[in-house]
């Protein structure tokens, strides 16, 4: 019989043991080496066969052996001690409470966060970095609430058949099962967010609290009784529907998200956010309810705009146009006509905010920067991409004015590192924290450091076959004895797994087969390739490539060296970036935003092979990993695999294995072995995602705390202001004018330490002069005109003649070369961030 429903009786635990409990709902076991060990120790075949999910795990053990432990003075005294540890660690001081002015509290919102394998809700990149994000959040004591949904199936789980055909399947969660408790009332009702959908439906949702060490996560559950039975799917799947059925997750996200947060505030006492963030678009209508509530203090629609603009912190995630969530308007329009789901927010105002130049487009990406006065994206390279791209919303302005700006992600290291490095850094280094070890010291041997790579490399080969054998029984009935020959734990071993949208090119690699199977197969210098990767469900030709990578790897000259793994999530991901020596990652550039498994290779020492996208772009120094030459974008896709895909080919045969060959007597690849230290020293403390929290609250959780504080003063009286001010100065800025502009001192070649008189004549209509900003810009000229490597220059105020204002300064010339310059007037308000903010700009000429 198929069970209809699970599920799952906790386990009662002796008195003596009672702190496991503890130990194993806060997430922070996630990360945390003693106490996973803990668990694994209380019974390794259960820990093995619950996935590495205590609770799970819990569950598995019998009463007898939970007694014999309860007896164990040494275990009771090593779970006390935890537990203990466990309590120091949520509430002593960290980096963060040693900063002023930071905010409160901050509001996280993310359409996905993995945390754990135990907690799949989760698909890839995206919901990895959120989850990452709480870690490190927590690790530094930064106080951030985390928002998101419970997806009652997550995302699917992949199954490739005899036939290397994608198979998903949809297991139905039991949060009983899960490390979450959901939030009650008074009474001991769950607590439950409402939204007014259209037809007078009310959709519900509860709140399910996780523990991510000291970081709170709620997740909106719609499968309540509540709920008419089809919106109790709501929350079925992650990125399972389109149109309506995505639109209401959205809402729910934001909307909802907001309220949980003021529920959960009420319900612990706790601070609500100063300042929210958007991880993605998703959960951009979140600004929204922030504005009704404030209408709701009596303030009018744009006041309150101004307010929520200032606390909100935007990120973009995605060069591709697809990437981005798109609803059709009209669908918008009638979820908000009637005025209930958000009170005091109207249709229209909604669709301004967030149409496209095609009215019939609700675009979430708009809607994020124009309820966010900060933004960015995930790269240096993504920011310049992103300003790029999204760079015509801010007509009359050069790219580099653009405000959207850059935190390059980071990675969680202590979840990310394998126990066998962070065993090393703790017994020769004598440190903790990977990241922060002095990996090029002598006290450790290179063949101390060669001999855990190879434990790592073994692990994942070992694990590749366990899988695989496990792949074959269930598809076949039996699996064959050539998978005791799987992999080899002495090959150079090449690592790639990723989602599989066309960007990503996860089959680049076969673009010449004969050429891939003689690196595989050299009789000196062989290569093996460990693979894996989801393809979104309705994306056919995603799955037909993951088909033709399983096909070519069945060939038996061939499928000792080359294995598709099923499945991919963070369990197996764990294993695989320390098990690789490379770490293989080909986009078509420059469509990877960041990319991070290629970080999380690199805490492991695993060396990066990898078109120059995304963070690699900034980091590949040419002694931590190898530089993949991208093709001219502007030639055609098929001719840009062939270069590409050939240049990798000629990297790995003539550099890449060269080098992990070339060894000295005592067997060591002594070269190899200094970039993997460099890797490790140089990359650790950049891509780990301390790094990349520190960088969010100086550059932007700060600023708009700082932001939001002063322009809600005194019951909003600045917000009041500015409002009036923005509406005054969009009505009357089509009517500013620069005249013209004089400049002398370049009449002769000026040299550097020269001073140029500028003046310009400003017409401003009905404006004042302390409404703008008259600046020159100067830079170097580009091939057809261009400006680049702006810098503007402010000109002050000199006085009116009818009615010309003058505007001057005095420029020091502080460079050689050719430049040009240009003349602009912006609006100007101590409240504004950029001058980009209001769209505005007068240009001269
Ligand atoms: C890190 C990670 C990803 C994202 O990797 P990218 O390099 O950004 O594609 C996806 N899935 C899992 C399981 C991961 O651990």
Same mark, same amino acid.
């Given at each position: 019989?198929?069970?209809?429903?699970?599920?799952?009786?906790?386990?009662?635990?002796?008195?003596?043991?009672? !702190?496991?409990?503890?130990?194993?709902?806060?997430?922070?076991?996630?990360?945390?080496?003693?106490?996973?060990?803990?668990?694994?120790?209380?019974?390794?075949?259960?820990?093995?066969?619950?996935?590495?999910?205590?609770?799970?795990?819990?569950?598995?053990?019998? %009463?007898?052996?939970?007694?014999?432990?309860?007896?164990?003075?040494?275990?009771?005294?090593?779970?006390?001690?935890?537990?203990?540890?466990?309590?120091?660690?949520?509430? *002593? $001081?960290?980096?963060?409470?040693?900063?002023?002015?930071?905010?409160? /509290?901050?509001?996280?919102?993310?359409?996905?966060?993995?945390?754990?394998?135990?907690?799949?809700?989760?698909?890839?990149?995206?919901?990895?970095?959120?989850?990452?994000?709480?870690?490190?959040?927590?690790?530094?004591?930064?106080?951030?609430?985390?928002?998101?949904?419970?997806?009652?199936?997550?995302?699917?789980?992949?199954?490739?058949?005899?036939?290397?055909? %994608?198979? *998903?399947?949809?297991?139905?969660?039991?949060?009983?099962?899960?490390?979450?408790?959901?939030?009650?009332?008074?009474?001991?009702?769950?607590?439950?967010?409402?939204?007014?959908?259209?037809?007078?439906?009310?959709?519900?949702?509860?709140?399910?609290?996780?523990?991510?060490?000291?970081?709170?996560?709620?997740?909106?559950?719609?499968?309540?009784?509540?709920?008419? !039975?089809?919106?109790?799917?709501?929350?079925?799947?992650?990125?399972?529907?389109?149109?309506?059925?995505?639109?209401?997750?959205?809402?729910?996200?934001?909307?909802?998200?907001? @309220?949980?947060?003021?529920?959960?505030?009420?319900?612990?006492?706790?601070?609500?956010?100063?300042?929210?963030? /958007?991880?993605?678009?998703?959960?951009?209508?979140?600004?929204?309810?922030?504005?009704?509530?404030? =209408? &709701? %203090?009596?303030?009018?629609?744009?006041?309150?705009?101004?307010?929520?603009?200032?606390?909100?912190?935007?990120?973009?995630?995605? !060069?591709?146009?697809?990437?981005?969530?798109?609803?059709?308007?009209?669908?918008?329009?009638?979820?908000?006509?009637?005025?209930?789901?958000?009170?005091?927010?109207?249709?229209?105002?909604?669709?301004?905010?967030?149409?496209?130049?095609?009215?019939?487009?609700?675009?979430?990406?708009?809607?994020?920067?124009?309820?966010?006065?900060?933004?960015?994206? #995930?790269?240096?390279?993504?920011?310049?991409?992103?300003?790029?791209?999204?760079?015509?919303?801010? !007509?009359?302005?050069?790219?580099?004015?653009?405000?959207?700006?850059?935190?390059?992600?980071?990675?969680?290291?202590?979840?990310?590192?394998?126990?066998?490095?962070?065993?090393?850094?703790?017994?020769?280094?004598?440190?903790?924290?990977?990241?922060?070890?002095?990996?090029?010291?002598?006290?450790?041997?290179?063949?101390?450091?060669?001999?855990?790579?190879?434990?790592?490399?073994?692990?994942?080969?070992?694990?590749?076959?366990?899988?695989?054998?496990?792949?074959?029984?269930?598809?076949?009935?039996?699996?064959?004895?050539?998978?005791?020959?799987?992999?080899?734990?002495?090959?150079?071993?090449?690592?790639?797994?990723?989602? =599989?949208?066309?960007?990503?090119?996860?089959?680049?690699?076969?673009?010449?087969?004969?050429?891939?199977?003689?690196?595989?197969?050299?009789?000196?210098?062989?290569?093996?390739?460990?693979?894996?990767?989801?393809?979104?469900?309705?994306?056919?030709?995603?799955?037909?490539?993951?088909?033709?990578?399983v096909r070519f790897s069945q060939d038996p000259a061939v499928r000792e060296r080359i294995v598709f793994l099923e499945d991919y999530d963070i369990s197996m991901a764990k294993t695989l970036y320390p098990g690789c020596?490379?770490?293989?990652?080909?986009?078509?550039?420059?469509?990877?935003?960041?990319?991070?498994?290629?970080?999380?290779?690199?805490?492991?020492?695993?060396?990066?092979?990898?078109?120059?996208?995304?963070?690699?772009?900034?980091?590949?120094?040419?002694?931590?990993?190898?530089?993949?030459?991208?093709?001219?974008? @502007?030639?055609?896709?098929?001719?840009?695999?062939?270069?590409? &895909?050939?240049?990798?080919?000629?990297?790995? *045969?003539?550099?890449?294995?060269?080098?992990?060959?070339?060894?000295?007597?005592?067997?060591?690849?002594?070269?190899?072995?200094?970039?993997?230290?460099?890797?490790?020293?140089?990359?650790?403390?950049?891509? /780990?995602?301390?790094?990349?929290?520190?960088?969010?609250?100086?550059?932007?959780?700060?600023? &708009?705390? =700082?932001?939001?504080?002063?322009?809600?003063?005194?019951?909003?009286? $600045?917000?009041?202001?500015? &409002?009036?001010?923005?509406?005054?100065?969009?009505?009357?800025?089509?009517?500013?004018?620069?005249?013209?502009?004089?400049?002398?001192?370049?009449?002769?070649?000026?040299?550097?330490?020269? #001073?140029?008189?500028?003046?310009?004549?400003?017409?401003?209509?009905?404006?004042?002069?302390?409404?703008?900003?008259?600046?020159?810009?100067?830079?170097?000229?580009?091939?057809?005109?261009?400006?680049?490597?702006?810098?503007?220059?402010?000109?002050?105020?000199?006085?009116?003649?009818?009615?010309?204002?003058?505007?001057?300064?005095?420029?020091?010339?502080?460079?050689?070369?050719?430049?040009?310059?240009?003349?602009?007037?912006?609006?100007?308000?101590?409240?504004?961030?950029?001058?980009?903010?209001?769209?505005?700009?007068?240009?001269?000429?």
């Open positions: 019989m198929k069970a209809i429903r699970t599920f799952t009786v906790r386990s009662s635990l002796p008195e003596s043991l009672r !702190p496991l409990e503890a130990l194993a709902t806060n997430l922070r076991w996630s990360w945390h080496e003693p106490t996973r060990e803990l668990f694994r120790e209380v019974s390794p075949d259960a820990w093995l066969g619950a996935g590495h999910d205590p609770i799970q795990m819990l569950g598995r053990v019998g %009463q007898d052996r939970l007694a014999e432990l309860a007896a164990d003075e040494a275990f009771v005294a090593r779970v006390h001690g935890l537990a203990q540890g466990l309590e120091d660690y949520l509430s *002593e $001081a960290r980096w963060y409470q040693s900063l002023e002015a930071a905010p409160r /509290s901050i509001g996280y919102f993310s359409p996905e966060f993995g945390i754990t394998s135990a907690l799949p809700q989760y698909s890839g990149g995206l919901g990895i970095l959120a989850g990452d994000h709480l870690k490190a959040a927590s690790d530094l004591g930064i106080p951030i609430v985390g928002v998101g949904l419970f997806y009652q199936s997550g995302y699917f789980r992949q199954a490739i058949s005899s036939e290397g055909w %994608q198979q *998903e399947s949809y297991p139905v969660l039991d949060p009983d099962g899960l490390p979450l408790t959901v939030l009650r009332d008074d009474a001991g009702a769950p607590v439950l967010v409402s939204l007014a959908l259209p037809g007078h439906r009310t959709l519900h949702a509860r709140i399910w609290e996780a523990r991510v060490g000291r970081v709170p996560l709620l997740l909106l559950d719609t499968n309540v009784r509540e709920n008419a !039975p089809e919106l109790r799917g709501v929350a079925d799947r992650l990125y399972g529907g389109g149109g309506e059925h995505r639109l209401v997750q959205e809402l729910l996200l934001g909307i909802g998200g907001v @309220r949980a947060l003021a529920a959960y505030a009420e319900r612990t006492g706790r601070e609500l956010p100063e300042v929210f963030h /958007s991880n993605e678009g998703h959960a951009g209508f979140l600004g929204l309810e922030r504005i009704g509530r404030l =209408v &709701a %203090q009596g303030l009018a629609f744009d006041e309150a705009l101004r307010v929520v603009r200032a606390g909100t912190v935007f990120t973009t995630h995605t !060069p591709v146009p697809a990437g981005i969530d798109r609803f059709d308007a009209a669908l918008v329009r009638a979820h908000f006509a009637s005025g209930e789901l958000v009170p005091g927010v109207h249709a229209d105002d909604v669709l301004a905010l967030g149409a496209e130049d095609d009215a019939a487009v609700f675009n979430m990406a708009r809607l994020g920067f124009a309820l966010a006065q900060r933004a960015n994206g #995930v790269s240096r390279l993504h920011g310049r991409v992103s300003r790029e791209m999204f760079g015509a919303l801010w !007509p009359g302005f050069d790219g580099e004015d653009v405000p959207i700006g850059s935190v390059t992600n980071g990675v969680h290291a202590a979840t990310w590192t394998s126990p066998h490095l962070k065993r090393l850094a703790a017994d020769v280094l004598g440190v903790g924290d990977t990241t922060k070890a002095d990996w090029g010291s002598e006290a450790l041997g290179d063949d101390r450091l060669w001999s855990v790579r190879r434990d790592m490399r073994a692990q994942l080969v070992e694990e590749a076959r366990r899988r695989t054998r496990a792949q074959h029984e269930r598809n076949q009935g039996t699996a064959p004895g050539w998978i005791d020959r799987l992999l080899d734990p002495d090959v150079l071993t090449i690592g790639f797994a990723r989602r =599989v949208p066309t960007y990503k090119r996860l089959t680049l690699m076969l673009h010449d087969r004969e050429r891939l199977r003689a690196l595989l197969t050299h009789p000196e210098r062989p290569v093996q390739l460990v693979i894996a990767g989801k393809s979104h469900p309705a994306d056919e030709q995603g799955k037909q490539l993951i088909q033709e990578l020596d490379v770490w293989l990652n080909n986009p078509l550039r420059p469509l990877e935003a960041c990319g991070t498994s290629g970080m999380k290779a690199a805490l492991n020492g695993s060396l990066n092979l990898s078109i120059l996208d995304g963070w690699w772009d900034e980091h590949h120094d040419g002694q931590n990993g190898w530089a993949i030459p991208s093709a001219n974008e @502007r030639v055609d896709a098929a001719t840009r695999d062939a270069l590409e &895909a050939t240049a990798l080919y000629e990297l790995v *045969e003539h550099q890449v294995a060269p080098r992990f060959y070339d060894r000295d007597e005592g067997g060591l690849p002594r070269t190899w072995i200094r970039s993997i230290r460099h890797t490790l020293e140089a990359l650790g403390p950049e891509l /780990s995602a301390e790094r990349m929290l520190q960088q969010y609250v100086r550059d932007l959780y700060a600023p &708009a705390a =700082v932001a939001e504080r002063a322009i809600a003063a005194d019951d909003f009286a $600045a917000a009041r202001e500015l &409002a009036a001010w923005t509406a005054r100065v969009r009505a009357g800025f089509g009517d500013v004018r620069v005249l013209h502009v004089e400049i002398d001192g370049v009449d002769r070649t000026p040299v550097v330490g020269d #001073v140029i008189d500028v003046r310009a004549f400003v017409e401003l209509g009905s404006l004042a002069p302390e409404d703008v900003r008259v600046e020159v810009v100067s830079g170097r000229m580009g091939e057809s005109g261009e400006l680049h490597d702006t810098e503007p220059h402010l000109l002050r105020h000199e006085g009116a003649a009818a009615s010309a204002h003058r505007f001057a300064a005095a420029l020091p010339v502080g460079r050689a070369g050719t430049f040009g310059y240009g003349v602009r007037v912006v609006p100007s308000h101590p409240h504004l961030a950029t001058v980009a903010e209001l769209g505005l700009v007068a240009l001269a000429g």
